[in-house]
T-cell receptor
Framework: GQNIDQPTEMTATEGAIVQINCTYQ??????LFWYQQHAGEAPTFLSY??LDGLEEKGRFSSFLSRSKGYSYLLLKELQMKDSASYLC??????????WGAGTKLIIKP | ETGVTQTPRHLVMGMTNKKSLKCEQH?????MYWYKQSAKKPLELMFV???????ENNSVPSRFSPECPNSSHLFLHLHTLQPEDSALYLC??????????????FGPGTRLTVL
């Protein structure tokens, strides 16, 4: 079956760094997406990885290892506004997204 | 503002009511999606339309009926729902479904409560 695993909840301190891990099992693979979702709002696109390695976008970076079925989202210089849920989704061979349940990130002052 | 709008934002309905959710995208996309989001669960894909043709129906009960009159508009018609259907219903769109870089853009969702 197809499956995405990510931690349910994480807590970090303002100004620090946090890494949110995601492992996936899909029928075929066409890339890995990360979305951010603030409470009561729409998920918004953060990053897309299809090749192995690290993609950096400002304070956010995303890493992919296809051989390990593993990705992580790295958030640096955490700000209070980064408190949100982070959704990992893998695209299967039919170009459909298989979603994780999301990681709720709590930032403390 | 993602370019995808949904109305209403909140809806409370009884089990015998009929209502419709509306989604509109202003991005010139060709694919549109309905998702159900329940607390602490992964997003559940319900329906997919690509170039106005329904390409996916993930075993959704017939009390949910989608309609896509054109590539900018998507409706979800609801009738005789159950309390367990209470959830956030999200609409999304993407350029099409031909490539792995096809990012989906989401609307703000309709928070549905079935009494």
């Amino acid at each position: 079956g197809q499956n995405i695993d990510q931690p349910t909840e994480m807590t970090a301190t303002e100004g620090a760094i946090v890494q949110i891990n995601c492992t996936y099992q899909t029928s075929g693979f066409n890339g890995l997406f990360w979305y951010q979702q603030h409470a009561g709002e729409a998920p918004t696109f953060l990053s897309y990885n299809v090749l192995d390695g690290l993609e950096e976008k400002g304070r956010f970076s995303s890493f992919l290892s296809r051989s390990k079925g593993y990705s992580y989202l790295l958030l640096k210089e955490l700000q209070m506004k980064d408190s949100a849920s982070y959704l990992c989704a893998a695209m299967d061979s039919n170009y459909q997204l298989i979603w994780g349940a999301g990681t709720k990130l709590i930032i403390k002052p | 503002e993602t370019g995808v709008t949904q109305t209403p934002r909140h809806l409370v309905m009884g089990m015998t009511n009929k209502k419709s959710l509306k989604c509109e995208q202003h991005l010139g996309h060709n694919a549109m999606y309905w998702y159900k989001q329940s607390a602490k669960k992964p997003l559940e894909l319900m329906f997919v339309y690509n170039f106005k043709e329904q390409t996916e129906n993930n075993s959704v009960p017939s009390r949910f009926s989608p309609e896509c009159p054109n590539s900018s508009h998507l409706f979800l018609h609801l009738h005789t729902l159950q309390p367990e259907d209470s959830a956030l219903y999200l609409c999304a769109s993407s350029q099409d479904m031909s490539g792995g870089t096809d990012t989906q853009y989401f609307g703000p969702g309709t928070r549905l409560t079935v009494l």
